[in-house]
């Protein structure tokens, strides 16, 4: 299998982020759509969008039951249909193209999804597995005589796996774009340190995707 040079180590789904909007179902039986509400009535409560009759467009909905729809807002929105439900529906990027995750009822629900997604309650992928689809030939090689013929380093010590693989601790994490105080290693420290053991400069690349924006203490 040729190499991947894309990251390994990015773990999940990327920019989550979540976006009200209305289910609406319209009087022509069609599968029901669903839109943002229109700028000027971003603020309604969910209960004066529930079953309440609106229009739309391709872009937004306008919720008119007892409201005043200027003529230009008409013209603009040609569909009408019943605005079903307010849900929250959840997106996420993997390999840079966005995805539906779900819909959830309430804003706070929709929060927590992504508090759950994005693994922001810790440090993560200290210990991860590196196969031969993410490295050179050569470098692949060069781990797997660390992890044959283990000897003491800096950083980060290899190991072998049932997967035929080759797995890679690190040590002294978590690494930082610059160190603070006795928190870790800054990122220019770990590759000169990594290049005074002549490890291979793809390798210490690799290392230092694992830098964080700020030292964990």
């Known amino acids: 299998m040729p190499p991947s040079f894309r990251n390994?180590?990015?773990?999940?789904?990327?920019g989550l982020s979540y976006e009200r909007v209305v289910q609406i179902s319209s009087a022509d039986n069609c599968p029901p759509c669903y839109r943002p509400l229109h700028p000027a009535q971003i603020q309604l409560p969910n209960e004066a969008i529930n079953f309440q009759p609106c229009l739309f467009d391709?872009?937004?909905?306008?919720?008119t039951d007892g409201r005043s729809v200027p003529r230009f807002v008409r013209m603009r929105c040609p569909g009408a249909g019943l605005g079903s439900s307010v849900i929250y529906q959840t997106i996420g990027h993997h390999l840079g193209c966005p995805m539906h995750l779900g819909d959830l009822p309430s804003e706070?629900?929709?929060?927590?999804?992504?508090?759950?997604?994005?693994?922001?309650?810790?440090?993560?992928?200290?210990?991860?597995?590196i196969s031969s689809?993410?490295?050179?030939?050569?470098?692949?090689?060069?781990?797997?005589?660390?992890?044959?013929?283990?000897?003491?380093?800096?950083?980060f010590e290899c190991f072998e796996l049932s997967?035929?693989?080759?797995?890679?601790?690190?040590?002294?994490?978590?690494w930082s774009m610059e160190a603070e105080g006795h928190c870790?290693?800054?990122?220019?420290?770990?590759s000169t340190r990594m290049r005074d053991d002549d490890v291979p400069p793809v390798l210490y690349s690799c290392c230092c995707w694992q830098v964080t924006p700020t030292p964990a203490c």
């Open 8 to 14: 390994p180590f990015l773990r999940g789904f990327r």
């Open 133 to 155: 689809a993410h490295l050179p030939t050569t470098e692949f090689e060069y781990l797997q005589e660390r992890a044959w013929h283990p000897s003491p380093t800096g950083f």
């Open 184 to 190: 870790g290693c800054s990122a220019s420290e770990v």
């Open 163 to 174: 997967s035929h693989a080759v797995g890679c601790k690190l040590y002294s994490t978590s």
């Open 58 to 63: 391709d872009n937004c909905a306008v919720i």
């Open 108 to 129: 706070e629900a929709a929060r927590t999804l992504i508090e759950l997604l994005s693994f922001s309650t810790g440090h993560y992928s200290r210990s991860w597995e």
